[in-house]
């Protein structure tokens, strides 16, 4: 297999192992075409069968599909084989943030800049459902910039593992930066007690070690359920006040990220990272209209030709390999349609129009539709295009070009959808599968690449 030759699939060099766990090796990697330093995790899937773990596996490749920010370690890619699974990492090369915290405390300038960088990390998180449930200077690691970058989400939680009661109840995290809550087993919010540990995390940073810290733990967890800590004599009066308000064992009570981001100690030197620019940058409404001449169609008589293997393997569910970590079908983004393709274009702007949508129309058959206010990364932009697989058969595919995947998923859903009804024939992945319809492709040494993971 490729990899045997320090290779992933032909794409990555493998170089030195980083670190190991239970479950999982971690090497440093190189993306042959561009040269670019990733880190690559490897993972047993036997080992993990045998544990029972798959679940906490699929959930964490869920949840960094989610949490694109420039402070959380980026998925860049999701690969497996018939025994491993292989998560393609952003490299952060500055190591743990535990290591600067061991040598001792932090300037009060310099740990407010990493608080800063977690809570709007957190912030980020939590806007999409996610509470990480191990936040501690262990997970967060430097780049070569000197900013934070939280990783390990690998005991983070969605709404959809809330009970009925609408709170956790698995005990997890380290004991030392764990909510009092959590410690109780009477049900938590997730977000509350990430905002406990961010609390813990900044009293480290500040002191050079923990507020609750005792040889026996439940001596330890005593003075966690009491919120029962003291101040070294350094700590300035405006950190004091803003700990005290976070280390506070009623969660109900205990300050809420808007809050934080609002006390003037958090504020001093504070600038909200763009986290919008992840994606390509999209054209300004100049660029937009430019892009659309008089008659954008008049040189184009016909749609670019859609391969029929590539429309088989796109709109067939047995090749969805994405069925094998992600327990919720992606939002539609294709469908094949019996009208002519000029009748589909008319209708997609009708509809992008009706949307507050600007529509610019690029070569042939393809359109760019641009969101009309800013979302969480900046303004919606979709690719609509048309391609014809027969005389009388089209396949219409939406791709988001940049904006927010959930903004992008809800247009898809809720607006694309209904608003084309009367033109579609049928959407991908509506009509259920009927297996792997190529057969032999279970061999190790094909591999199977889970597409579109990020």
């Known amino acids: 297999?490729?990899?045997?030759?320090?290779?992933?699939?032909?794409?990555?060099?493998?170089?030195?192992?980083?670190?190991?766990?239970?479950?999982?090796?971690?090497?440093?990697?190189k993306q042959i075409a561009t040269g670019e330093s990733v880190a690559i995790k490897i993972v047993s899937k036997e080992q993990v069968r045998k544990e029972g773990m798959m679940d906490q596996i699929k959930r964490e490749i869920s949840v960094m599909r989610l949490v694109r920010h420039p402070n959380v370690v980026e998925l860049k890619e999701v690969m497996a084989t018939k025994t491993k699974i292989f998560f393609v990492m952003e490299y952060v090369r500055g190591g743990e943030l535990f290591a600067k915290v061991a040598r001792g405390k932090l300037k009060e300038d310099v740990a407010r800049k990493y608080f800063q960088q977690l809570i709007s990390a957190v912030d980020f998180c939590h806007s999409r459902g996610v509470s990480h449930r191990d936040l501690k200077p262990?997970?967060?690691?430097?780049?070569?910039?000197?900013?934070?970058?939280?990783?390990?989400?690998g005991l983070s939680a969605l709404p959809e593992h809330h009970r009925q009661d609408g709170l956790f109840h698995t005990q997890c995290g380290t004991p030392a930066?764990?909510?009092?809550?959590?410690?109780?087993?009477?049900?938590?919010?997730?977000?509350?007690?990430?905002?406990?540990?961010?609390?813990?995390?900044?009293?480290?940073?500040?002191?050079?070690?923990?507020?609750?810290?005792?040889?026996?733990?439940?001596?330890?967890?005593s003075k966690v359920l009491k919120a029962e800590f003291q101040y070294p004599p350094w700590f300035s009066a405006e950190s004091r006040r803003l700990i005290s308000k976070i280390l506070v064992a009623d969660p109900?009570?205990?300050?809420?990220?808007?809050?934080?981001?609002?006390?003037?100690?958090?504020?001093?030197?504070?600038?909200?990272?763009?986290?919008?620019?992840?994606?390509?940058?999209?054209?300004?409404?100049?660029?937009?209209?430019?892009?659309?001449?008089?008659?954008p169609r008049s040189k184009t008589s016909s749609p670019k030709f859609f391969n029929a293997f590539e429309f088989i393997s796109s709109m067939s569910?047995?090749?969805?390999?994405?069925?094998?970590?992600?327990?919720?079908?992606?939002?539609?983004?294709?469908?094949?349609?019996?009208?002519?393709?000029?009748?589909?274009?008319?209708?997609?702007?009708?509809?992008?129009?009706?949307?507050?949508?600007?529509?610019?129309?690029?070569?042939?058959?393809?359109?760019?539709?641009?969101?009309?206010?800013?979302?969480?990364?900046?303004?919606?932009?979709?690719?609509?295009?048309?391609?014809?697989?027969?005389?009388?058969?089209?396949?219409?595919?939406?791709?988001?070009?940049?904006?927010?995947?959930?903004?992008?998923?809800?247009?898809?859903?809720?607006?694309?959808?209904?608003?084309?009804?009367d033109i579609v024939w049928t959407w991908q992945g509506d009509s259920p599968g009927k297996g792997n319809m190529g057969g032999g492709y279970g061999e190790e040494s094909q591999g199977q690449v889970i597409r579109n993971v990020v």
Request: glycine fraction near 8%; proline fraction near 4%.
């Open 252 to 295: 109900e009570r205990r300050a809420t990220i808007p809050a934080i981001m609002r006390v003037p100690w958090f504020l001093k030197g504070f600038s909200r990272p763009f986290a919008f620019q992840l994606e390509e940058p999209v054209s300004d409404d100049k660029e937009l209209q430019k892009s659309e001449p008089a008659n």
């Open 317 to 421: 569910s047995g090749f969805d390999l994405s069925g094998l970590f992600e327990s919720k079908r992606r939002a539609g983004s294709m469908f094949t349609s019996k009208c002519s393709a000029t009748a589909i274009v008319s209708k997609i702007e009708t509809v992008a129009r009706g949307l507050s949508f600007k529509v610019g129309n690029e070569k042939g058959f393809k359109m760019r539709l641009q969101g009309p206010s800013e979302g969480r990364k900046g303004r919606l932009t979709v690719t609509a295009e048309v391609f014809e697989v027969a005389p009388e058969v089209a396949v219409v595919e939406f791709s988001k070009s940049s904006g927010d995947t959930l903004e992008y998923a809800k247009f898809c859903e809720e607006e694309v959808r209904p608003a084309l009804k």
């Open 177 to 221: 930066y764990v909510a009092p809550e959590v410690l109780r087993k009477k049900g938590y919010d997730g977000s509350k007690a990430d905002i406990w540990s961010c609390g813990v995390i900044l009293y480290a940073l500040l002191a050079g070690f923990l507020p609750f810290q005792n040889e026996n733990i439940m001596s330890m967890y």
């Open 138 to 153: 262990e997970n967060l690691l430097l780049d070569e910039n000197e900013d934070l970058k939280i990783s390990d989400f």
């Open 1 to 29: 297999m490729e990899e045997e030759k320090n290779t992933v699939f032909g794409k990555y060099e493998m170089g030195r192992l980083l670190g190991k766990g239970t479950f999982a090796k971690v090497y440093h990697g």
